[in-house]
T-cell receptor, first 113, second 115 residues
């Protein structure tokens, strides 16, 4: 049983399209995150939710909109995709804000053509 | 100045040697420090964390922290080819303020252990 699961694993789409990535954790954790890893392997935080409440919203274009229907799920919707959005997107969860260490999902490789 | 700096490498060591991975951070408010390992095409996995000055050992891994120098390192003893991966350093601020305990990652050091 995968602790943090993301779907889809791969996503290839054209510029201008809208797409969503889903994340679910079965660890009972309170806090979830979206991170973006670019081609240089740099992992940068995008959003964080704690008990369904948005607590971190880094400088991300407003084409990106997270949604957390409950504390086990965190989805990412991206409007009007651009070439520069191509990256690997990781979901992660943490027992709490001060929990020791994230558990990452397997990642979604997004390619915009 | 970058928030978290790591030598991107690649760092190449022979099998059985000690690999030393270094990380410096800029925010003195950082309270705990995490090391993640990421194999190519995989997600990061936590291997060590440390929050007190000094050394912390776990098997072949030793994390070292010096808050006064804003420096954290990871030593891997008896390096194996299976240790070949990218190692990410991630300091964390406290849960208060606007950081909400988020991890800020360095760009990672690529380690190659050759037989």
């Amino acid at each position: 049983d995968t602790a943090v699961s993301q779907t889809p694993k791969y996503l290839v789409t054209q510029m201008g399209n809208d797409k969503s990535i889903k994340c679910e954790q079965n660890l009972g954790h309170d806090t979830m995150y979206w991170y973006k890893q670019d081609s240089k392997k740099f992992l940068k935080i995008m959003f964080s939710y704690n008990n369904k409440e948005l607590i971190i919203n880094e400088t991300v274009p407003n084409r990106f909109s997270p949604k957390s229907p409950d504390k086990a799920h965190l989805n990412l919707h991206i409007n009007s995709l651009e070439l520069g959005d191509s990256a690997v997107y990781f979901c992660a969860s943490n027992p709490s804000l001060t929990g020791f260490g994230y558990t990452f999902g397997s990642g979604t490789r997004l390619t915009v053509v | 100045q970058k928030e978290v700096e790591q030598n991107s490498g690649p760092l190449s060591v022979p099998e059985g040697a000690i690999a030393s991975l270094n990380c410096t951070y800029s925010d003195r408010g950082s309270q705990s420090f995490f090391w993640y390992r990421q194999y190519s095409g995989k997600s990061p996995e936590l291997i060590m964390f440390i929050y007190s000055n000094g050394d912390k050992e776990d098997g072949r891994f030793t994390a070292q922290l010096n808050k006064a120098s804003q420096y954290v390192s990871l030593l891997i003893r008896d390096s194996q080819p299976s240790d070949s991966a990218t190692y990410l350093c991630a300091p964390r601020l406290g849960a208060g303020g606007t950081s909400y305990g988020k991890l800020t990652f360095g760009q990672g050091t690529i380690l190659t252990v050759h037989p």
